[in-house]
């Protein structure tokens, strides 16, 4: 550690101060908060947060830290002033290690505006004009210990840091106060949302894609109204080959912005295994939220935060497409693999996912997607939008992902066909020519298929009425009908999806709309018009929303109705008696509601990679991309021990047993058969999605 004089007093040694927390201390993580709904994008109306200038002055025990929010007008109005309120520094400390100083301080911040503020950020600015910036960097202004202007080259090299203390001649990341977020700038990505929100009038203000995130005393990322949360600045600087060429103070320019996505960020100094621990903790704290990691040079397989994304690069200064300085600008290879079934028309598997391979660890990463053919062909947020071609086919597209400055073409199917369903007591199934058979409980003639009846791409069994999908967007109904269940509302057509359950029926169009008949009301969901994909239960309903998010009809008695706060980035959703099911495009599961046979306790750890759910009376089932099948709950609904299943294309679930198709066209059953479920028709070829 070095000993610096500060001008006009003498050397003094660095002191940590009272604010760095002992070793034990800082293991601990924030405690688990409520994530309030995804925030609307600005508008013309949104608040004023402001710009702020952070200042560093001094070092050591002598150091200190102000924020200074500046006006661009003594004229201002109460209503053109940030509503968004950074006050007096509540701590600050120093410490050098490496040829760095780290320098970090906390303040605190109150919301003033009208509404609460999510994920409220620090972004850096970058200044343009006649009072540009430093180096084209964040940094304003820079003195040395000799009291003389620092070298512009230095300003450079002033980057963010997760806010840090020492151990043993070890840098550590303390986790009670990580701040560090860093954003995707890819063209219409997420930095450019947050750009909307500097004051259309600042045109030579352009953020860099990194910041600092304001959270509450418990660790949450939604500040109320009128109350206050606290941010950390944190930051490292070069030290110099003498202690009066040091940088004695500077300041950067920061910009207030709310944030519709949580993110946790793996940062440089967090690339170990107790680091990797540490960064999937605050993520566990934070429903919903993605890890973003750092590709760093430390970076290995075994420290590698799980389901994060890379990062491959951080401007810290000058335009994004010739950035002057980095945080971190590494190359990795992205590697494409089409999966191996088409995606199903409602967003029921995930698409192609690009990987990274790094020190030969491959993982997900962030990436722009984009349709270039055919124009029907859309995805936003992971999910396939329904595909308005009639008579419904199989369709193909060519998708372009685009991460770490390379980009990769693949081909994309879609497909209409759900040709395997089970029902309460029976299945349903789809041949290769278009026609349906079934097996199981008849007590309604819910098996017994009506004449004549070809050219279906889907099917959807009840608990004891059946549904098809015809390839002209048509519905067929068969079974019991004692509320209506099979009286298909006339004029119905272009339908692209369905769904049965114990009495009620909904369909989906390719506009998006969905229709129910039969059963009870809705809750109003009929008007619903950004569906992508609809899973009826017994006695409720989950409506999958262009957004990823989810809307919910019916009976709540379990609270299989009380969707998980914060859950988004959803692909695919199931019903089943009385628990829900949501995947995420991460692959993860989440499962709410009644749980008397484990039926929402997803196994911890087991499951990754998983691209289709299922869910049955008490039962769960999962299908991950190489084709494996994992269940859980009810004991008689389960895969015989000793059963491996793997290959499989899809999975579906009855009350009490469930089917899977395999590559092949055959059918794989288990579970309970005292209704026939298993019995299935000799030969049985089914159409492959």
Known sequence: M????????????????????????????????????????????????????????????????????????????????PCVVIGSSLSQSTVDLGGK?????????????????????????????????????????????????????????????????????????????????????????????????????RTTYDLLPYGFVTTTSSGGRVI???????????????????AAQDVFSFRMLANATTNSVTTVTQGL????????????????????????????????????????????RVRTAGPKDAPTATLVNAQGTLTVSPPKTPLIVGGTQLQP?????????????????????????????????????????????????????QTADVVMRTSPVVSLSAGGYHTLAVKPDGTVVAWGQNTYGQTNVPAGLSGVVAVSAGTFHSLALKSDGTVVAWGQNTNGQTNVPAGLSGVVAISAANSTNWALKADGTAFFWGGYAPDGLNALSDAVSISAGSSHELILKADGTINTSGSNSYGQRTVPAGLNSVINVA???MHSVALRADGRVFAWGRNTSGQTSVPAGALSGVVMIAAGGEHTVALNSDGKVFDWGD???????????????????????????????????????????????????????
């Open 269 to 312: 100094e967090e690339q170990d295994v107790a680091g990797k621990a540490a960064v999937e903790a605050r993520a566990a704290a934070l429903s919903g939220s993605e890890i973003r990691t750092l590709l760093g040079p430390t970076l290995t397989p075994e420290n590698l935060a799980l389901n994060s994304s890379a990062v491959c």
């Open 224 to 242: 109320p109204v009128g109350e206050t949360g606290q941010v950390t600045f944190a930051l490292s600087v070069p030290l110099q080959a003498s």
């Open 101 to 201: 100083r780290y320098m970090q301080a906390t303040f605190p911040v109150t919301n003033n505006c009208a509404t609460s503020l999510q994920n409220l950020t620090y972004v850096a600015v970058r200044r343009l004009g006649t009072n540009a910036t430093l180096g084209d960097s964040a940094i304003t202004s820079m003195k040395t210990f000799g009291a003389t202007d620092a070298a512009v080259a230095i300003a450079t090299q002033i980057l963010p840091t997760q806010p840090v203390y020492v151990s043993r001649n070890t840098i550590k990341v303390d986790q009670a106060t990580a701040s560090l977020q860093v954003f995707d700038e890819t063209t219409g990505g997420e930095l450019a949302t947050l750009q909307a929100q500097v004051d259309a009038s």
């Open 353 to 405: 996912i690009p990987t990274l391979t790094v020190n030969g660890k491959a993982f997900r990463t962030g990436l722009v997607i984009q349709s270039l053919s055919p124009a029907s062909l859309s995805v936003t947020n992971n999910l396939v939008h329904p595909v308005p071609s009639f008579p419904l086919t199989r369709q193909s597209g060519t998708v372009r992902l685009s991460t770490c400055q």
């Open 2 to 81: 070095r000993s610096v004089p500060g001008p006009g007093v003498s050397p003094t040694r660095l002191v940590l101060l009272t604010g760095i927390l002992a070793l034990t201390a800082c293991s601990s993580t924030p405690t688990p908060s409520a994530v309030a709904p995804v925030a609307t994008p600005p508008t013309q109306a949104a608040p004023k947060l402001g710009l702020v200038e952070i200042e560093f002055r001094g070092v050591g025990t002598q150091l200190q830290a102000r924020a200074l929010q500046p006006l661009t007008s003594q004229a201002l109005t109460d209503t053109d002033r």
């Open 575 to 577: 019903s089943g008696n």
């Open 635 to 689: 004991s008689q609904a389960s895969v015989p021990f000793g059963t491996v299943l793997s290959g499989v294309v899809a999975i579906s679930t009855g009350m009490y047993h469930s089917v899977a198709l395999n590559p092949d066209g055959t059918v794989y059953a288990w579970g309970r058969n005292a209704e026939g479920q298993l019995n299935m028709p000799a030969n049985l070829k089914v159409m492959l999605p």
